[in-house]
């Protein structure tokens, strides 16, 4: 003990149960299997470690059995600066995670990436395309909490802007099975993203206000205003979402980076417009 335990179906994330004790164990085997909480998503159940420690994710491309990672990044999910309040689907990142250094790395390559790809091939069902793994570093070293079969949001919006190569060639070589002969490179820097949001998300907010200052962004190198929650109307582009912008900027180091992307956050402009004002703060601070 603690446990956890999950709805082994789809439950829109929320079929999760962490048990501090046997009998709240037990109470939680009824909430999801008889009960049926989380619908027929408890039909299964399973029952796994709980664990502590920093979230890591690292994105990879696959081409059934070769796999090259990209750059590290580090997520915020809660909703209020210090990592407090509601959990959300990402107030912001950071490329590359300090964290992630070269021992984690080391044991990742051996135990995790390579053994995934592995795994799918010998079960007959070879993977091509981008694997996202959510590592924990935790005090027994690096686990895996879950894996995408896609890009992360916002983990793409810090990673990609830092590739060197060109995506298409990198995505033909993943079709093609060429992965190998591709030298996947990264630029020597970092990104920062801040996720404009409108107040109120992720519980219930306004839609249709519109955002203004979006050519601030033309031509200025190493600054991106990725779309999430808009949409373009005969008034122009208007809020549309909880998760309005993904904010990045580059910068020689996180620090740099994280004062660019702040710097970009004035540009843009909406009502209720929210944001949180640590993101990679703690990093600074490590
Ligand atoms: N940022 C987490 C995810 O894309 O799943």
Redesign the pocket.
């Known amino acids: 003990m603690p446990v956890v335990l999950k709805a082994d179906g789809l439950a829109l994330g929320k079929g999760v149960l962490i048990c501090e004790t046997l009998e709240e164990a037990k109470e939680g085997v009824k909430t999801i299997m008889e009960d049926k909480k989380f619908g027929t998503a408890g039909n299964r159940m399973v029952i796994e470690e709980f664990m502590t420690g920093r979230e890591v ?1 690292v994105l990879s491309f696959v081409d059934g059995k070769t796999i090259k990672i990209m750059s590290s990044a580090q ?1 915020h ?1 809660r909703a209020l600066d210090g990592d407090q309040g509601l959990n959300t ?2 107030m912001g ?1 950071f490329s590359p995670s300090p964290f992630y250094t070269k021992e984690v790395d080391d044991f990742c390559q051996k135990y995790v990436y390579q053994p995934t790809v592995d795994a799918m091939a010998s079960e007959g069902r070879p993977f091509k395309g981008v694997i ?1 793994f ?1 590592l924990m570093l935790t005090e027994k070293g690096p686990r895996v909490l ?1 894996y ?1 079969a ?6 793409a919006q810090v990673v990609l802007p830092r590739m060197k190569n060109d995506i298409i060639e990198v995505m033909e070589a993943c079709i093609d099975g060429t992965l190998d002969q591709v030298d996947l490179q990264f630029e020597d820097n970092a990104a920062v993203c801040v996720v404009l949001a409108s107040q109120g998300y992720p519980v219930s907010y306004e839609k249709g206000f519109p955002i203004k200052g979006l050519e601030n962004f033309d031509g200025k190198e190493g600054y991106y205003c990725f779309h999430a929650g808009t949409k373009l109307t005969d008034q122009g582009i208007v809020t549309n979402g909880g998760r309005v912008l993904g904010v990045t900027a580059t910068g020689a180091t996180l620090q740099e980076a994280r004062t660019n992307a702040y710097e970009a956050t004035k540009w843009v402009t909406f009502d209720n417009k929210y944001m949180r004002t640590d993101i990679g703060k703690a990093i600074d601070e490590a």
């Not at 896609?150 to 983990?155: A, C, I, L, N, T």
């Open positions: 994710s997520d999910k689907g990402g990142n996202f959510g879950e995408n896609r890009f992360g949001d916002p983990e």
